[in-house]
């Protein structure tokens, strides 16, 4: 009874938080950001920052995991996957499909699969939910890890996904409200997944840019549907779920292979569309029914970039064994890979694990994972900076952000440079902490918050 009661005011407590935040500029609640394109519209975080300077405080995280931290009212959640010591009776390891070509090893242990909400202001952690404990049937890439997919919240409810170990909904207070089993994954060469899910609103959004985003009046409001990138090698498919219960309101199958990118939920014309990158075609399909709208060859292997859109057109890279970028209309219809209907194509210098910033009328990205940066005006598809050495850095898996007219680009060894936003090179401030990071950043008020291999550090002037 105690514990109840404990438990209901806290929740009552948190609530009532997150409704008043939801009438501040102070929510990240996608890992792309509130527009989904990079962009902090109304946060101004710290130039400069290293170990000792403007560290508001940072948290020692446990297991290892590359998803994006999220924000919302007071809370900024994370998730994780700790490998245990209860190593696996024989009779119980997954067994590994012969006809798939696999590069990776999976382990004999248990992993546990955790999400983490911290306090804002302190850093203190709040609460840790062990969503599940299991035996990973495929190992990961070197650089990769088995919580790569990002949470993201409506405001009301946290939607995690751990991909091949399920499909979690929590209140904002911890506790669990639904959660699914889609089914194991098999990735290409078993290099691991990152199925980071998307919610969407029929009929009661707001809408930046054409992009759905969130609604700041509307703090409880509940989504109405959970989408899934399901890409692998066999069977892949773009999931809809019902975002208060969990059922499945359609699936459509995919011709397509592992991809790891996220959908991109966009209004257009009275029409919501859901765009999915992907190696053998970019596809747009009807929030509503799941049906296929257009489609459109062109990407390269391994299409991990995610979309942005603005002005009626759909901007999609990729950047791996070769480079591509297309500017594609939203009033598109059917197969639009050779009638010429494509507003621009762009074949240098794109990027392969990173998702381009979209700020005011300029795509940000740089190539492949190297610091060679590239703008690109978003009418014409003309390179306004090409390809130009960004100093101090090498490897790039974070995607860049957008605050203050800044441009936040963070590499693999912990180095952020900050930017100057415009049409030429002009770096402010070059940033350093011993550890690793492959997250990308979150600009949210004057905090920015990073979530390294060891720690996640809210940065914060005084």
Same mark, same amino acid.
């Given at each position: 009874?105690?514990?109840?009661?404990?438990?209901?005011?806290?929740?009552?407590?948190?609530?009532?938080?997150?409704?008043?935040?939801?009438?501040?500029?102070?929510?990240?609640?996608?890992?792309?950001?509130?527009?989904?394109?990079?962009?902090?519209?109304? =946060?101004?975080?710290?130039?400069?920052?290293?170990?000792?300077?403007?560290?508001?405080?940072?948290?020692?995280?446990?297991?290892?995991?590359?998803?994006?931290?999220?924000?919302?009212?007071?809370?900024?959640?994370?998730?994780?996957?700790?490998?245990?010591?209860?190593?696996?009776?024989?009779?119980?390891?997954?067994?590994?499909?012969?006809?798939?070509?696999?590069?990776?090893?999976?382990?004999?242990?248990?992993?546990?699969?955790?999400?983490?909400?911290?306090?804002?202001?302190?850093?203190?952690?709040?609460?840790?939910?062990?969503?599940?404990?299991?035996?990973?049937?495929?190992?990961?890439?070197?650089?990769?890890?088995?919580?790569?997919?990002?949470?993201?919240?409506?405001?009301?409810?946290?939607?995690?996904?751990?991909?091949?170990?399920?499909?979690?909904?929590?209140?904002?207070?911890?506790?669990?409200?639904?959660?699914?089993?889609?089914?194991?994954?098999?990735?290409?060469?078993?290099?691991?997944?990152?199925?980071?899910?998307?919610?969407?609103?029929?009929?009661?959004?707001?809408?930046?840019?054409?992009?759905?985003?969130?609604?700041?009046?509307?703090?409880?409001?509940?989504?109405?549907?959970?989408?899934?990138?399901?890409?692998?090698?066999?069977?892949?498919?773009?999931?809809?779920?019902?975002?208060?219960?969990?059922?499945?309101?359609?699936?459509?199958?995919?011709?397509?292979?592992?991809?790891?990118?996220?959908?991109?939920?966009?209004?257009?014309?009275?029409?919501?569309?859901?765009?999915?990158?992907?190696?053998?075609?970019?596809?747009?399909?009807?929030?509503?029914?799941? =049906?296929?709208?257009?489609?459109?060859?062109?990407?390269?292997?391994?299409?991990?970039?995610?979309?942005?859109?603005?002005?009626?057109?759909?901007?999609?890279?990729?950047?791996?064994?070769?480079?591509?970028?297309?500017?594609?209309?939203?009033?598109?219809?059917?197969?639009?890979?050779?009638?010429?209907?494509?507003?621009?194509?762009?074949?240098?210098?794109?990027?392969?694990?990173?998702?381009?910033?979209?700020?005011?009328?300029?795509?940000?990205?740089?190539?492949?994972?190297?610091?060679?940066?590239?703008?690109?005006?978003?009418?014409?598809?003309?390179?306004?900076?090409?390809?130009?050495?960004?100093?101090?850095?090498?490897?790039?898996?974070?995607?860049?952000?957008?605050?203050?007219?800044?441009?936040?680009?963070?590499?693999?060894?912990?180095?952020?440079?900050?930017?100057?936003?415009?049409?030429?090179?002009?770096?402010?401030?070059?940033?350093?902490?011993?550890?690793?990071?492959?997250?990308?950043?979150?600009?949210?008020?004057?905090?920015?918050?990073?979530?390294?291999?060891?720690?996640?550090?809210?940065?914060?002037?005084?």
């Amino acid at each position: 009874m105690l514990r109840t009661v404990a438990y209901s005011v806290f929740a009552f407590l948190l609530l009532a938080s997150h409704a008043a935040a939801g009438d501040e500029p102070g929510n990240w609640p996608h890992w792309r950001g509130p527009n989904a394109n990079g962009t902090a519209p109304k =946060a101004d975080p710290p130039i400069t920052w290293d170990a000792n300077t403007n560290i508001k405080w940072k948290a020692e995280l446990p297991g290892r995991g590359s998803a994006t931290p999220i924000v919302w009212g007071n809370q900024v959640f994370i998730v994780t996957a700790i490998k245990t010591d209860r190593v696996a009776d024989p009779k119980d390891l997954p067994k590994v499909d012969p006809s798939l070509k696999v590069k990776t090893t999976p382990p004999d242990t248990y992993y546990q699969f955790v999400v983490l909400s911290f306090d804002r202001p302190t850093g203190k952690l709040l609460w840790k939910q062990v969503a599940a404990e299991m035996i990973p049937h495929e190992g990961h890439h070197a650089s990769h890890s088995y919580a790569a997919g990002s949470p993201t919240t409506d405001g009301r409810f946290l939607y995690v996904s751990f991909g091949s170990f399920g499909i979690y909904c929590y209140d904002l207070a911890g506790k669990l409200q639904w959660q699914r089993d889609l089914g194991r994954m098999n990735t290409r060469l078993g290099w691991g997944e990152a199925v980071t899910p998307v919610v969407a609103w029929s009929g009661d959004h707001a809408t930046t840019g054409g992009v759905v985003a969130r609604s700041p009046d509307r703090a409880t409001a509940s989504s109405d549907s959970l989408l899934l990138n399901w890409d692998q090698e066999k069977d892949s498919a773009l999931i809809c779920l019902d975002a208060k219960t969990g059922q499945t309101k359609w699936r459509s199958e995919r011709d397509d292979v592992t991809s790891w990118n996220t959908p991109l939920v966009v209004e257009h014309k009275g029409r919501t569309q859901v765009i999915v990158n992907g190696t053998k075609r970019i596809r747009s399909y009807d929030l509503a029914t799941g =049906a296929d709208i257009w489609q459109c060859a062109g990407m390269t292997t391994n299409a991990i970039p995610s979309p942005v859109a603005a002005n009626g057109m759909v901007y999609v890279m990729s950047g791996y064994g070769g480079a591509m970028a297309l500017a594609i209309p939203l009033d598109s219809q059917g197969d639009i890979s050779d009638n010429g209907k494509l507003a621009w194509r762009h074949n240098k210098g794109t990027p392969y694990v990173p998702s381009p910033l979209l700020a005011d009328d300029r795509l940000y990205f740089t190539q492949a994972t190297v610091a060679l940066y590239t703008v690109l005006d978003i009418k014409t598809g003309r390179a306004v900076i090409d390809r130009e050495r960004l100093p101090g850095v090498d490897s790039f898996y974070a995607s860049p952000i957008a605050a203050k007219g800044r441009i936040y680009l963070v590499a693999r060894d912990g180095t952020t440079l900050v930017l100057r936003q415009g049409d030429r090179l002009e770096v402010l401030a070059t940033n350093k902490l011993d550890d690793p990071i492959d997250a990308s950043p979150v600009a949210v008020g004057r905090s920015l918050f990073l979530r390294g291999e060891r720690y996640l550090y809210c940065i914060e002037g005084k």
